[in-house]
């Protein structure tokens, strides 16, 4: 999503970030996991059309990994070439002995690299706060813009989901609200092995309340809203299907684990071209009317179609995404005759 909207900055409590922010809504269509110790991985991740790639030293990296891991990313940020792409770590939670040397590690080895910090785990918003010191304690002993690199934060359990949008306010660096499937599965006893399938027995969607929860959480504070992973990575139809009701809801975009994943979240998360001529053509039409040579109207007609300034707003969500995703008009408006 490309739409402009006022940085929450001004009426979020701050921990030292600096008040020029970057902007925060990049585009999030496709968020690939790649294990943060695996540099066969992390070299074949830069060629894939992922929109967003996070190396990861959580869960994708055994304990022992974890050390060395941490100076492996380090090397293939700086030396790797992740044009096009938004960069993320994924460090450990807070409740283990790893993060605080994840982030220094990482952050003081390539920061002007680094776009993202995802923060997994998130129970509360003080977290997300501590995060964001520390940040900005690296950020200016090592010289870097402070500010500059944005936070993830992944709700993963009933507290956060409970606490989310507490958590969404807690930092203007805070970029995305992300759901993790699988232990929030776990944390409140969902009968299912099959992570983002529904679970057996229930007649609607098991997720519905929690994605509608992390999304409202997210467009209230003018972040992106991110859904987590589907595991069964060789099932492109079943990921499909799941990525779907994500992006009818109005999510950004969704975790994908293997390279099959890339193209369906990209399709799914972008407007088809129909919907997005339509869109950019409602923006036109909607210009004109209002202005001086249009009559200034504040309503007219598309065709069949009556619009106003609410259909203006529904069109910038569908033509921000579009230009987002690099999509090009194939259809033009004409100024109407008479």
């Known amino acids: 999503m490309t739409t402009a909207h006022p940085s929450p900055a001004t009426t979020l409590p701050t921990s030292g970030s600096a008040a020029h922010l970057p902007n925060r809504l990049r585009p999030r269509r496709s968020c690939l996991a790649v294990p943060g110790s695996n540099p066969r991985f992390l070299e074949k991740a830069q060629g894939l059309p992922a929109d967003q790639v996070f190396l990861d030293l959580e869960d994708a990296c055994a304990p022992l990994a974890k050390p060395e891991a941490r100076h492996t990313i380090v090397k293939f940020l700086n030396e790797g070439d992740w044009t096009g792409k938004t960069r993320v770590v994924r460090v450990n939670d807070w409740t283990t002995e790893w993060t605080y040397r994840d982030v220094v590690t990482v952050v003081e080895g390539a920061g002007p690299n680094l776009d993202c910090i995802m923060l997994p785990k998130v129970q509360d918003a003080q977290q997300v706060v501590a995060l964001d010191l520390l940040l900005t304690q690296i950020e200016k002993t090592m010289g870097f813009e402070v500010g500059r690199i944005g936070i993830e934060a992944q709700i993963e ?182």
């Open 157 to 338: 359990n009933a507290q956060g989901l409970n606490n989310v949008n507490e958590i969404a306010q807690a930092s203007p660096r805070t970029e995305t609200i992300i759901f993790g499937p699988a232990d929030f599965m776990a944390s409140i006893n969902m009968k299912s092995l099959v992570v983002g399938e529904q679970p057996p027995g229930y007649p609607a969607d098991a997720y519905h309340y929690i994605l509608m929860k992390i999304l409202m959480a997210a467009r209230a504070n003018n972040l992106q809203a991110i859904d987590g992973p589907y595991l069964q990575i060789r099932n492109v139809d079943g990921f499909r299907e799941v990525a779907g009701r994500a992006a009818a809801l109005g999510f950004d975009g969704k975790w994908v684990l293997h390279p099959g994943q890339v193209d369906a979240a990209n399709e799914v998360f972008s407007p088809s071209q129909e919907d997005y001529d339509h869109a950019e053509l409602i923006l036109d039409a909607y210009e004109y009317c209002t202005s001086e040579a249009g009559g200034k109207k504040g309503s007219a007609m598309l065709g069949d179609e009556m619009i106003d300034e609410a259909s203006r707003k529904m069109a910038l969500v569908v033509a921000g995404k579009g230009r987002a995703a690099g999509m090009r008009r194939t259809s033009k408006f004409e100024i109407p005759e008479g």
